[in-house]
C-alpha cells in the first residue's frame, strides 16, 4: 500500500503550517525608496546566475517503506523538486551550491517523519472526514486571500501538485493536529523564553524602529510556542522511529 504525503512547498514544518496564518513579530519595511543592498541602478536588468536543475533521474519507485507502508518515488520527486527550487533560489542570492544529496536525505527523512506522526494518528483512532478536509481548505483558502478552494487547488497545480494531493496533505495535517492537541504536551512560553526572543531580535524601545515588549508579547509567545511544538513533536517522532521499522532506498 502506498501513502501520498507533503507535497507542499512548505515542507515538514508544513505538517502544522498549511492551514495556519503565521505570526511573527513586526518587522521594519524599511523606506520605500531604498535599493535593495549591493545593487545599483541599471538601465536594463540585472543578469541573473543560470538557476540549477534538480537531480531526480535515479529516485526509485518506492523511496522508503514505513512499517510495511511505501512512500511512493513521484510523492517524493515532487515535494523535493519544490524544496530544491526554494533552496535554488536562495543560493543565487547567497552564491553557495544547493547539496542535493543533503537536501534529499533531509526531504526523504521528512515524509519518513509524517507518515509515522499518520501512522500514530490512526493508531490512536483519530480520522479527518471529507467535510473536515474541505473546510480546512477553505480556511487557507480564506487566510491567503483567495476566493474559493477551487482558485486555491489551482495555485497547487501550477506548482505541480494535485488536487489528490492536496486533500491527502490536509487529511495528514488535520491527523498531526489532533495528535498534537491530544497526546503531545508542549510547554507554554515562560516569560524569560519571551524575553530572550525579544532580546535576541533587536526589537526594544531603543532601537530604531523597536517596540515595547507587551506591545509584541503575543506574537513572541506565538512564535515561542511554534518553537515548543516543532521540538515535542521532533521528541514524539524520535521515539517513534525507535520503534519502526524503516527501510530507505534513496
Not at 39 to 60: K, S, T
Not at 211 to 219: D, V
Amino acid at each position: 500500500m502506498t501513502r501520498k504525503l507533503l507535497a507542499t512547498a512548505a515542507t515538514a514544518a508544513a505538517l502544522i503550517a498549511l492551514a495556519a496564518c503565521s505570526e511573527s513579530a513586526p518587522q521594519d519595511p524599511g523606506p520605500e525608496d531604498a535599493e535593495a543592498p549591493g545593487m545599483e541602478e541599471q538601465d536594463g536588468m540585472p543578469e541573473m546566475p543560470e538557476m540549477p536543475e534538480p537531480d531526480v533521474e535515479d529516485v526509485p519507485d518506492v523511496v522508503a517503506t514505513v512499517n510495511g507502508t511505501d512512500i511512493a518515488g513521484d510523492e517524493f520527486v515532487t515535494l523535493y523538486q519544490m524544496q530544491f527550487q526554494q533552496m535554488a533560489m536562495e543560493s543565487q542570492a547567497s552564491g553557495q551550491e544547493v547539496d542535493q544529496n543533503e537536501l534529499k536525505s533531509q526531504t526523504l527523512n521528512s515524509m519518513v517523519d509524517s507518515e509515522l506522526l499518520v501512522q500514530d494518528a490512526h493508531q490512536r483512532g483519530y480520522e479527518a472526514s471529507e467535510e473536515d478536509v474541505e473546510a480546512l481548505l477553505e480556511q487557507t483558502a480564506t487566510s491567503n486571500q483567495m476566493e474559493s478552494v477551487e482558485e486555491l487547488l489551482g495555485v497547487y497545480a501550477e506548482q505541480g501538485v494535485t488536487e489528490e494531493q492536496v486533500r491527502d496533505d490536509a487529511q495528514t495535517q488535520l491527523l498531526v493536529q489532533e495528535l498534537v492537541e491530544n497526546d503531545i504536551e508542549v510547554d507554554e512560553p515562560t516569560d524569560e523564553e519571551v524575553v530572550e526572543l525579544y532580546e535576541s531580535m533587536g526589537l526594544g524601545e531603543d532601537e530604531e524602529n523597536g517596540y515595547e515588549l507587551e506591545e509584541i508579547r503575543p506574537e513572541l509567545e506565538a512564535q515561542v510556542r511554534n518553537q515548543n511544538r516543532s521540538e515535542a513533536v521532533g521528541a514524539h517522532v524520535d521515539d517513534l522511529r525507535s520503534d519502526a521499522e524503516v527501510q530507505t532506498y534513496l
